[in-house]
């Protein structure tokens, strides 16, 4: 759960010793090396340097590929597949205590991935339906994480003293948590009903609440750790002189300078969220059935796997390659916004 | 699933939960002559009779016993487990088939003598039957064996029917608490000499033998009682003592030297040694089972999935496999106090509605899941009418139009929404699942609420209040008999006077005085023909609230090991007759 993605070497030595530069001398350095003199904004560089970026480029356009499925899993389905809570008991054999029939889990023109052993329910379905949730849940997360992060992060590290002492050791205190075993508890014990929504409604908001009340501390510590260089810097200075209140300070001149790092991150901690939903629904405390999720998919495959192996290869592959185009993604992200982060 | 199913322990009334039964419906037509082996042999005869002593019955449980203690231990295989060292006055014949449900004289020289009014039995002991310690058992020492039973402060999770019919009023505290020197407090159990024990009871009670036939009605020498640590080192009166016994790891039985084979007409005791392996992992032991280094699980509820499908697939395999009924009813019980499951036609549209061939696959198919029920009553039990079909549910097939017409009736044509509450584990969840998706196809709206097993009984759904206020309409249940009557298995999920604000069988909270008055009726009657009758009236009204949906009578796949001799599946506990066993390689 510790988050701490590593810098990637390849994406290193592919980017070279330019982008190590300071963003700040990028535009004058390039504009000595010859062709013409023309100003680039730190947003055009960046891009710039994110566009060379072979890994990063292919991360992120399987992530949008990945945001475009969950996005039209309805029309998706409806296409390609069957309703994914439709049982389908013709498309498994009941003596063989319900695996599909056919080889490789049931796969045919009708069924592309193949059928849930017990039920006949639509593998592929299933999937899509289950990218909704993963990303859903972890992108809410992860505004919640990095809203709270963000405002505990800039206030600590601007005000300092005893307001920092406070909240850092509140962040150590939440790292210090033993973070599964507390959401677990806390689903079961927190109501399973409020105000008349749904109750996956509910739990989903819940599960919300929680993956993201626990990973603020990670957004939190690196915004206050940039917001202590940046406030000695003369910007800040000039502005407390000229009169400016605090929530001035913090919010319209430290905040805009904070972006990039705040961006760099979020896209790093969506991943973890989602191996998080992903955990907590394999332990039985995710999303609330019919609904699908890849976790639950993982959970149930542990009793077929033998016979059908391809029914836990299939949400495993989903979880892994979401991950790790994230990861790389974000890696890629952060080279490029902020090359001196390593 | 019922692993060696913990049971709860209610103070009052009847606290009992479920013990695997037999296998009555598919032994009572043996329709092949008795072979060497071969699948499902073991149902309808013995497979490799023989007498051959000697060697080593290797055996594996995934969890630990639930006490060694006959009079704590509530598990079905713990049950099975004490015929090796615990004799009773009456116990179950050693025989294949519905022959096995029959108690025949153990240490008692005859059935016991019942007076006219049907309140007090008498029973006379045989001679030489002794202690592993080479002492004579007298009345007294069975006597002392079921008073330890009324001391459940101290030794508590084993049946308390004993209590609830020979106490009437007297309020007996249990032996350690007993003001009599002599410890024989309990006025309703007399012993005028050492071979006479006699029982009066609270009211007429027909199958009242049974009673006496459960391991912690067996005879314990008081000198020898050390409480609650009575379990590490249980006396023996059978052929095996115990030898070693480390919780949670292992235990080991060997030959108990003053067992006299000429005084038992039931135990085989073949095997020199028995060993039992404790906690080992479920998968884990399938593997051992397949490969031949373990000769039976003793939990005896069927293979994991990998090794069922590795059975189902391969003849060879499969010849050394049975697939008993163990017993158990898989059911939904809907609830008569939420609503809108107060109007009895919401209670029928749900009942229409249920795809059971879905519930069945989801509990593993026609082998290991079972055969899809009709009614209340399991095949194994007497009253038991294959039938009886109210809501013509046999074929599985969900009946779309008639749900919808009880839900017209019921004011709510267009459905509700309502929640079913299940257990987190095994294939319940799946269950669950199935349903809800049947229910969906009426209008419908069922939530599944998950929930931990070991809280699940006693309070998620056996404290009525909890029920209200959580607004479970459904509640997935399962349920086996103490003893294959009606009695032993219906009586605590219907009867409307044992409903109990924790640990609650009743989850439905039926609660019908016309079922009331039939079960004392059946209860004090002391035909069992006539009994079994009535239960079938019962099971008959049960059926027509609309309060119970059962989908399967529960099968288990099982393996046994091919060296094992004179193996037979005992229709009391719907697995292996473990004392029969023995081991042909001598090893």
């Keep these: ?342 | 699933m019922a692993r060696g199913r913990k049971v709860l322990v209610a103070t009052s009334v009847i606290g009992a939960l479920a013990l695997t039964a037999g296998c009555g419906g598919t032994s009572k037509t043996p329709t092949t002559p008795p072979k060497a082996s071969g699948y499902n042999a073991a149902l309808n005869a013995v497979v490799n009779p023989s007498t051959a002593k000697g060697g080593t019955l290797r055996m594996a449980n995934p969890s630990d016993i639930d006490s060694f203690d006959p009079a704590r231990t509530y598990y079905a295989w713990g049950w099975n487990m004490n015929r090796f060292y615990t004799r009773n006055l009456v116990s179950y014949d050693s025989k294949v088939g519905e022959a096995g449900l029959k108690l025949v004289p153990d240490i008692a020289k005859e059935a016991g003598k019942v007076s006219a009014d049907g309140l007090t039995y008498t029973y006379t002991l045989k001679d030489n039957i002794k202690f592993n310690d080479g002492s004579v058992v007298t009345s007294k020492d069975i006597k002392y064996g079921i008073e330890r039973i009324f001391a459940q402060d101290v030794l508590s999770g084993g049946p308390t029917y004993l209590i609830d019919f020979l106490d009437q009023g007297q309020r007996y505290p249990g032996p350690y608490k007993d003001s009599d020197p002599a410890k024989m407090g309990l006025k309703s159990v007399e012993t005028p000499d050492d071979k006479t024990i006699v029982f009066k009871l609270k009211e007429p009670f027909g199958d009242f033998p049974y009673l006496l036939a459960m391991p912690g009605a067996g005879p314990v020498k008081q000198s020898a009682d050390t409480g609650e640590k009575y379990a590490n080192k249980p006396m023996s009166t059978g052929p095996y003592m115990m030898d070693s016994y480390e919780p949670g790891k292992s235990a080991v039985f060997v030959r108990n030297p003053n067992w006299d084979p000429a005084t038992d007409p039931i135990r085989k005791a073949l095997p020199d040694r028995i060993e039992l392996a404790l906690g080992v992992e479920s998968n884990e032991i399938d593997n051992r089972l397949l490969a031949g280094t373990v000769d039976i699980d003793t939990a005896q509820v069927g293979v994991q999935q990998a090794a069922q499908t590795k059975i189902q697939l391969d003849p060879a395999v499969k010849a050394n496999a049975d697939n008993p009924v163990t017993g158990f009813i898989r059911y939904f019980s809907i609830s008569t106090q939420v609503a809108p499951f107060n109007d009895i036609h919401c209670r029928k549209a749900v009942q229409y509605a249920a795809d059971k061939v879905a519930l069945q696959t989801a509990r593993g198919g026609p082998e290991a899941g079972g055969d899809i029920a009709t009614n209340m009553l399991p095949p194994n039990i007497a009253g038991h009418d294959p039938k009886l079909d109210p809501f013509n549910t046999k074929s599985g097939k969900p009946q779309i139009d008639k749900a919808k017409e009880e839900l017209k009736l019921c004011g709510k044509p267009d459905g509700f929404k309502t929640v079913i509450a299940v257990r987190n584990r095994g294939k319940e969840p799946a269950c669950a699942e199935a349903l809800q998706q049947a229910l969906k196809a009426v209008g419908i709206d069922a939530s599944i609420e998950q929930s931990d097993p070991a809280l699940y009984f006693r309070s998620t759904i056996g404290s009525p209040d909890n029920v209200h206020k959580k607004g479970y309409g459904i509640m997935t249940a399962g349920w086996g008999a103490d003893w294959q009557t009606g009695y032993g298995y219906l009586q605590i999920l219907i009867d409307g006077r044992s409903i109990l604000p924790s640990g609650n069988n009743n989850y439905a909270e039926l609660n019908d005085s016309e079922i009331n008055s039939l079960i004392d009726k059946a209860r004090a009657e002391a035909d069992p023909t006539k009994a079994a009758a009535i239960w079938n009236d019962i099971n008959k009204k049960v059926m027509d609230t609309a309060t119970m949906l059962p989908f399967v009578y529960d099968k288990a796949l099982n393996y046994r090991n091919p060296r094992l001799t004179n193996v037979y599946i005992h229709s009391a506990f719907g697995m292996l007759d473990f004392q029969a066993l023995g081991v042909s390689d001598g090893k």
């Excluded at chain 1, 919640?144 to 600590?156: E, H, R, Y």
């Excluded at chain 1, 989602?274 to 149930?300: C, D, H, R, Y």
């Design chain 1, 1 to 342: 759960m510790v988050m701490g993605p590593t810098p990637d070497t390849a994406t290193e030595t592919a980017s070279g010793v330019i982008i190590q530069r300071d963003p700040a001398e990028a535009a004058p350095g390039e504009a000595t090396a010859g062709k013409e003199v023309q100003g680039r904004s730190l947003r055009q560089i960046a891009w710039g340097r994110l566009k060379r970026d072979r890994v990063a480029v292919t991360g992120g356009l399987v992530v949008i590929f990945l945001a475009l499925v969950a996005i039209f899993a309805a029309p998706i389905v409806a296409l390609l597949g069957h309703p994914p809570d439709q049982f389908n008991q013709e498309q498994i054999d009941p003596n063989l205590g319900g695996l599909p029939r056919g080889s490789w889990g049931g796969i045919s023109k009708d069924y592309l991935l193949g059928v849930e052993p017990g039920n006949g329910r639509d593998v592929f379905s299933r999937t899509v339906y289950g990218a909704r949730i993963s990303l859903l849940i972890a992108f809410l997360a992860t505004a919640v994480a990095t809203t709270i992060g963000v405002v505990m992060g800039i206030v600590a590290g601007y005000f300092g003293g005893w307001v920092d002492a406070i909240i850092s050791r509140l962040m150590d205190l939440f790292l210090a948590f033993p973070l599964l075993l507390f959401a677990i508890s806390l689903i079961v014990v927190l109501p399973q009903d409020f105000g008349g929504f749904e109750r996956n409604t509910v739990r989903m908001g819940l599960l919300v609440i929680i993956i993201g009340g626990f990973s603020w501390p990670y957004i939190g510590r690196i915004i206050r750790g940039q917001t202590l260089s940046l406030r000695e810097r003369e910007f800040v200075e000039a502005a407390r002189s000229m009169g400016a209140r605090s929530r001035f300070i913090l919010f319209r001149e430290l905040l805009p300078n904070l972006a990039a790092p705040i961006l760099v991150y979020a896209t790093l901690v969506i991943p973890v969220n989602i191996i998080f939903e992903a955990s907590l629904s394999f332990l039985g405390v995710g999303v609330q059935p019919p609904t699908s999720s890849w976790g639950k998919m993982l959970a149930n495959a542990v009793n077929y796997y033998q016979y059908d192996p391809l029914y836990m290869i299939v949400p495993g592959m989903m979880l892994f390659i979401t991950v790790l185009s994230f990861n790389l993604f974000g890696d890629g992200l952060r080279d490029a916004l902020d090359p001196k982060a390593h």
